[in-house]
């Protein structure tokens, strides 16, 4: 019932280093060694797992390699796949452990569309209550965060925990809040109607005549990138209508300023991120800045003297919301 993906092996890099101009690991080193390129070449020429350790834990797995690469390899997906060979972090582990733990706890979900909100937006009730109702489905008892936090650590995800969380999605339409499970949840469930959660707020007249031209709008770059050739006209479209400015490059992809949506998950660096928002900022003087994830508005916050708003907050009240 589930599918999984074949992506194509490190041993197709060709070293035409397209990836290193997308790459927050390789803008912020200038080292080949940090990049998905220098990653596929080391292999290539037999390097040890070790020695790439710092690289892969230094990756933000924002996607962004993966559309640009000209020989269709899934550059984050090797990464991810490299990353569950290395020795794991105790006290990430401990935090799936804990995630996966709240979740077998979790009653059955009625019958209907759901909303798997991650733990950055359950951890803001007001937002997520925000969200549930501008969205007007339920969110999720079981929402997945365990699996989502081994798909970026590396944490192994046993079969029959993958098998009971997604035989409760399994024919549902569902928006998922986290980038990275959301790509899975593509693979596991093709026949599934899945949605990013700013692609589906995006949609919303009450969220989206509030975009204004001042406004920075930070797409979500995992989502995005997963889906990168439909969602560029979503977001074409979302640009031309309100004129704001928005973390795209020229080739239409998104430049991340953050790692993950989970508070405290961060392999890396997290002095990187708040460079990486400063750097996204360079140049620009927006009236506020809009953003999909709400870990990301967190770090924005905290680099910028301007308001820092989630998309859903952008809906005027409550009674708006439900006359949307």
């Avoid at 499970?181 to 093709?190: E, I």
């Amino acid at each position: 019932m589930y599918s999984s993906a074949h992506p194509r092996a490190y041993s197709a890099c060709s070293g035409c280093s397209l990836c290193r101009l997308v790459c927050p690991m390789w803008r912020a080193r200038r080292d080949p060694c940090y990049s998905p390129e220098g990653i596929a070449k080391a292999r290539q020429s037999g390097a040890a797992l070790a020695e790439l350790a710092p690289a892969l834990e230094a990756c933000t797995l924002c996607g962004a390699c993966d559309p640009v690469c000209p020989e269709d390899i899934a550059l984050s997906a090797m990464i991810m796949a490299l990353r569950r060979e290395l020795p794991p972090h105790p006290e990430l582990v401990a935090l799936q452990v804990g995630y996966r733990q709240a979740a077998e706890s979790a009653a059955a979900d009625p019958a209907g569309a759901l909303l798997l909100p991650g733990a950055a937006m359950r951890a803001d009730p007001a937002l997520h209550e925000k969200v549930t109702a501008l969205l007007g489905i339920r969110a999720a008892q079981d929402d997945g965060a365990d699996i989502a936090v081994a798909l970026e650590i590396g944490g192994q995800i046993a079969p029959q925990r993958l098998r009971r969380f997604l035989d409760g999605l399994d024919g549902r339409g569902l928006v998922v809040g986290d980038g990275l499970l959301l790509a899975a949840l593509r693979r596991w469930l093709p026949a599934a109607r899945l949605q990013g959660l700013g692609e589906a707020l995006g949609n919303l007249n009450a969220i989206r005549r509030r975009i204004a031209s001042a406004d920075f709008y930070v797409i979500e770059a995992r989502a995005y990138h997963a889906d990168h050739e439909r969602l560029v006209a979503h977001y074409d479209a979302l640009r031309k209508e309100s004129g704001c400015a928005m973390n795209l490059d020229l080739q239409r992809i998104a430049m991340p300023p953050h790692a993950s949506a989970y508070p405290g998950l961060r392999i890396g660096s997290a002095r990187e991120d708040l460079a990486q928002a400063r750097w996204l900022l360079q140049g620009r003087n927006p009236a506020r800045i809009v953003v999909e994830n709400a870990a990301e508005r967190e770090v924005f916050r905290r680099v910028a003297d301007v308001p820092v708003l989630h998309l859903a907050e952008l809906a005027a009240s409550n009674e708006e919301i439900h006359h949307a």
